[in-house]
């Protein structure tokens, strides 16, 4: 199955940045990464991104790239925000459009589930709002908005590498659920017949491969080794 991930917005989209300057495509685009990552762990899945990191793509652009290519389902990852000041509105909320066949409802119930149980996020529930990504779209289509940019407690969640790829464990746990979709390990034929031995003791080492003062630099090497099939994270010390 074709699966379309849009990490809503551009690095240079305007607004959409918490008041300490946080952009939210920073926080959507890694989720949209890791995403990406564990959708490709499962069997016949093949993921698209809608965004692009080099411009901010018009969003006819990227619901006429979804219905071209005929997507299964269509995913918009978000942070939200409630004005441009800190303000108390907190949590997580997930929208359909008014008009949609039952099984997006199904979907997008199984995605906000497991956001709202992974993150331990206020439950703001399953909204209706007639918004381009959700109208346009040809196929199942469903708007994550994960947090608050203006909300102090959860901007520094979604500045955290662990509540990020947290978001994107649950988006792909409701996919997969939804699309009954079974891990390649299942399927009896590779890794599992030569699986990796087990550390004989607690604890792992790990090795560290670079350390940089500037964030994008860290997120840009851990998006090249997760593409190499390595589980590479950030750690901020
Ligand atoms: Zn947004």
């Given at each position: 199955m074709k699966i379309m991930l849009d990490a809503g917005h551009?690095?240079?989209?305007?607004g959409k940045r918490?008041?300490?300057?946080?952009?939210e495509y920073e926080f959507n685009r890694v989720v949209a990464n890791y995403a990406k990552g564990l959708l490709e762990d499962y069997q016949n899945v093949t993921v698209y991104f809608a965004h692009s990191d080099k411009r901010d793509v018009p969003l006819k652009g990227r619901t006429d790239e979804a219905n071209r290519l005929k997507v299964d389902c269509y995913v918009s990852i978000h942070a939200n925000a409630y004005g441009s000041n800190w303000n108390d509105a907190n949590g997580i909320e997930t929208y359909v459009h008014p008009?949609?066949?039952?099984k997006t409802t199904e979907l997008a119930k199984k995605i906000h589930r497991n956001l709202v149980i992974a993150t331990g996020l206020k439950d703001r529930g399953l909204k209706e709002a007639d918004f381009h990504v959700l109208r346009e779209t040809e196929m199942s289509a469903v708007l994550a908005?994960?947090?608050?940019?203006?909300?102090r407690e959860d901007v520094k969640q979604l500045r955290s590498d662990t509540f990020r790829k947290t978001c994107a464990e649950a988006i792909v746990k409701g996919i997969a659920d939804h699309f009954n979709l079974r891990k390649k390990t299942d399927a009896g034929t590779s890794p599992s017949k030569n699986p990796a031995p087990l550390p004989s003791k607690k604890g792992q080492y790990k090795v560290q491969v670079g350390a940089f003062d500037d964030k994008k630099n860290a997120d840009e090497l851990v998006d090249q080794l997760i593409k190499r099939g390595f589980p590479a994270y950030i750690l901020f010390e």
């Open positions: 551009g690095y240079t989209t305007a918490s008041p300490d300057g946080m952009r008009v949609r066949p039952k908005e994960c947090g608050f940019m203006t909300n």
